[in-house]
Every structure is written in C-alpha cells, then in structure tokens.
C-alpha cells in the first residue's frame, strides 16, 4: 500500500491516545493502532489497521513487534512516524509500600520495555531512506521526583534515557521524548482517586481539575501532531510541548 505518512500509535482506545489517532486519520495518515481493546474509528477503507495487544505482557510486546514490523514491512510511505503513547501510572505509593512485585514489573514493561520492542520493530520495518521519526511520550514526573511515584517517575526516566541512546545510535533519527504536561484523560481520574498518604501531592492534582487547568486530549494532540509537523520536532530529544504553545 503506498500511503503518504504511516503513523503507528500504541495506547490508542481512549484519553491522549485515542485523541491522536482521530486527527492522524483526518489529516490523511495510513495509521495502525495498538491497545488492548478493540477500536473502531471511522477511516476509510484500507486506512486504519489495528493490533488487539496486552504490551503490559512481555510476551504480548513480543507478538506484537513481530506483527507491527511486518505491517510496516507492507507499506510503502514517504514518511514513517511511531508514537509510543501506551503507559500506566500505576502502582502509586510511598517507595515503603511498594511490595507488588508484579504490578511493578508489568508497568515497567508497559512503560519502558514495550517502548523497546515496538521501537526495534518499527526501525527494521521502516526504509532507512524514508524520513523516520519517533515520539516517545514521557512525563516531567521523570524529570522531576514526585512523592508516590517512584515507578512511574522511575519508567519515564529510563524511557527519556533510551530515547538519548537512540538518538546516540541513530543520529539521522527524528526522535524526542516529550512530556505533554497534565492532560484530562482517565490517567488524571486515577490519579485524584488516590489516598493521600500514599500520594500527598493529591491536592495539587484536585485544584488542577476543579480550576479547569487541565488540557483538553484533543488540543494536546493538535499540538503534538504539529510539533511533529515542524522542523524542530527532534532538536530537543528531551522535551515539553508546553514549550510551544
């Protein structure tokens, strides 16, 4: 299929991701989506292919880098863009509570280890003579200690170091980690559901939403595709879209 722009997003089904895969689709790009649930989006034929996938799962990463690059591998496009939107916040806790071994493994799969995966299977499915650019979506809770977070500020720093060592690897590579400040999506919910004790930024995060000073996913997303769009998406391989608006 020859197709302009190929965008690959996982995280897809809903919040920032599912924001993403609307406008990537009304702006003409071949897409191909990874969640764990089913999704239907209203695309042409032909225009949206999607991966039901558990990236949270090592061996459902696995079955699912092995299918991406093959995908990719049937496309002939002029552009080739992965968006590794999937992640999780959880578990939240003091670094005292943390004994749940296989929510703390899983997340670091989710977060960090899938991003691998998918990353190596969209670069060997990818022409290297095509543009290529990769959109690491990180967090300034990796940038930043937050009390409560320590896996997740912990998979968002080493995802924002492997995007440094990508981009040491590849140095043609448009690739950027960036963080995409604090969105509406049910992440948020999640989060202000929590106790304070194990979380006592809490009440940061609760005057955020009542104040209406959260970002909607659908202008998130149109400020991330267009910094995508423009010649300085990759000058900075860490970044912040809150730099552009």
């Known amino acids: ?26 702006a003409g790009h071949q897409l191909i989506t990874l969640a764990r649930s089913e999704l239907q989006l209203d695309a042409p034929q032909g225009a949206h ?23 990719i591998s049937q496309t002939q496009a002029q552009r080739y863009v992965l968006i590794n939107n999937a992640g999780t916040v959880d578990p939240v806790g003091q670094a005292s509570h943390l004994l749940d071994a296989q929510a703390i493994t899983q997340a670091l799969q989710l977060n960090v280890a899938s991003v691998m995966s998918l990353t190596a299977a969209f670069l060997q499915g990818a022409p290297k003579d095509a543009q290529r650019q990769v959109l690491n979506i990180s967090s300034g809770a990796g ?13 968002k720093a080493a995802l924002d170091f492997y995007t ?3 981009k040491l690897e590849n140095p043609e590579l448009a690739v950027c980690s960036l963080a995409p400040g604090v969105v509406d999506t049910d992440m948020q919910g999640h989060i202000r559901s929590q106790s304070r004790d194990q979380f006592p930024n809490l009440s940061r995060f609760i005057d955020l939403h009542q104040q209406g000073q959260l ?5 998130t997303a149109e400020r991330i595709l267009r910094h995508l769009n423009s010649p300085e998406f990759g000058q900075h391989v860490l970044d912040d879209i809150r730099h552009y608006e």
């Open 164 to 166: 440094q060592t990508l």
């Open 143 to 155: 940038r930043k200690p937050v009390s409560g977070w320590a896996v997740y500020g912990s998979s």
């Open 1 to 26: 299929m020859h197709t302009s722009t190929l965008t690959v997003l996982s995280g897809a089904s809903r919040g920032l991701g599912l924001s993403l895969a609307r406008q990537a689709l009304a």
């Open 215 to 219: 970002s909607s996913p659908d202008d």
């Open 49 to 71: 292919q999607h991966l039901q996938v558990d990236l949270a799962s090592a061996e459902g990463a696995q079955e699912a880098a092995k299918a991406l690059q093959a995908l």
